[in-house]
């Protein structure tokens, strides 16, 4: 069992190339769960949502046979995302928040292989994330989205880096900010040396760092070695979840090749390469599909990501 903590979204999106009617299911727990679910993984999701979407999300989540603990909440959460160009720039309005997540019994992690942490927009407490490490021995790994992500008076998103986060993070077996968090969270420009910014990241106690790096590929770096994982070649059509599925991606691999990080991280590319191809909780994705570009990906063994450090 591997346990997802995050609050579901049901997002209005707008990419170059598609625009879906009505709100679409996501959010950073919710798509790392989904893509979990497909590779045949057993899935505990624990989120909230308010009577609006409760059923659909039921509906959704039983779909793809993901058990589920909602808890309950005023309002159901979403966002509006106009993705303007190919590579994952957008502009990001919260829609609605649902409440925090708060006091969760153990009996919803346990017993579990790993606990994912991936909050919207900091739904999880930093005092909620040390009762569950507390209490939880096993892996856990944190998507750090939502834990610097605010929302201003006009709904407007922004990215702050904030007090205390140098603790919680250490905290965690593995973090996996994107290019813009790493910054925030270190000040490092990751598209000029992402490897700076997992060596701070890695100084503050994680075992693991992942920095994805976008079209650009990803970095991962254990303490003594950096692992450059080259980028699929994917046909870009939503940009939305590909970071989620990336860290469902690298938990599956890592725990089915017990630890080895450039397997676990030429799978999470392949897998985020699949999410980035469609739209929405039935991309169709399967093991089988990911092991095709895994191998392509594991075959470029001099790549480098093509970041400023690297040039000339």
């Known amino acids: 069992m591997i346990t997802v903590i995050g609050n579901p979204v049901y997002?209005?999106?707008?990419?170059?190339?598609?625009?879906?009617?009505?709100?679409?299911?996501?959010?950073?727990?919710?798509?790392?769960?989904?893509?979990?679910?497909?590779?045949?993984?057993?899935v505990l999701f624990v989120g909230c949502a308010a009577d609006d979407y409760k059923k659909q999300l039921e509906q959704d989540l039983d779909k793809f046979g993901i058990k589920h603990a909602i808890l309950p909440s005023e309002k159901t959460?979403?966002?509006?995302?106009?993705?303007?160009?190919?590579?994952?720039?957008?502009?990001?309005?919260?829609?609605?928040?649902?409440?925090?997540?708060?006091?969760?019994?153990?009996?919803?992690?346990?017993?579990?292989?790993?606990?994912l942490i991936g909050p919207i927009l900091g739904e999880v407490?930093?005092?909620?994330?040390?009762?569950?490490?507390?209490?939880?021995?096993?892996?856990?790994?944190?998507?750090?989205?939502?834990l610097i992500r605010g929302a201003d008076e006009q709904n407007e998103i922004y990215h702050h880096k904030t007090e205390g986060i140098e603790e919680i993070l250490g905290l965690f077996d593995i973090v996996k900010p994107n290019e813009l968090e790493g910054r925030i969270l270190t000040g490092v420009d990751c598209r000029e040396n992402p490897y700076k910014a997992a060596e701070i990241i890695k100084s503050w106690g994680a075992k693991i760092v992942i920095?994805?790096?976008?079209?650009?590929?990803?970095?991962?770096?254990?303490?003594?070695?950096?692992?450059?994982?080259?980028?699929?070649?994917?046909?870009?059509?939503?940009?939305?979840?590909?970071?989620?599925?990336?860290?469902?991606g690298f938990t599956f691999e890592y725990f089915k090749t017990d630890g080895d990080l450039r397997r676990a991280g030429c799978f999470a590319a392949a897998t985020s390469s699949i999410m980035l191809e469609h739209v929405g909780p039935d991309f169709p994705m399967t093991e089988a599909a990911v092991r095709i570009r895994q191998e392509k990906l594991l075959a470029m063994v001099d790549y480098k990501v093509k970041v400023k450090v690297n040039a000339g």
Do not use: W
């Open 11 to 42: 997002d209005l999106i707008k990419t170059q190339k598609v625009e879906p009617k009505g709100r679409v299911l996501s959010g950073c727990s919710t798509n790392a769960a989904l893509a979990l679910s497909k590779f045949g993984s057993e």
């Open 77 to 115: 959460g979403g966002f509006s995302l106009h993705y303007y160009d190919d590579f994952g720039n957008r502009t990001l309005k919260l829609i609605e928040r649902a409440d925090n997540i708060e006091q969760l019994a153990p009996s919803l992690y346990k017993d579990s292989q790993a606990v």
């Open 125 to 146: 407490s930093f005092d909620e994330i040390k009762r569950i490490r507390r209490d939880f021995e096993g892996l856990m790994f944190c998507d750090p989205q939502g």
């Open 211 to 248: 920095v994805t790096l976008a079209d650009l590929g990803s970095i991962v770096y254990d303490g003594q070695e950096f692992y450059d994982i080259p980028p699929y070649d994917a046909n870009v059509v939503d940009a939305t979840g590909c970071g989620d599925t990336h860290m469902a």
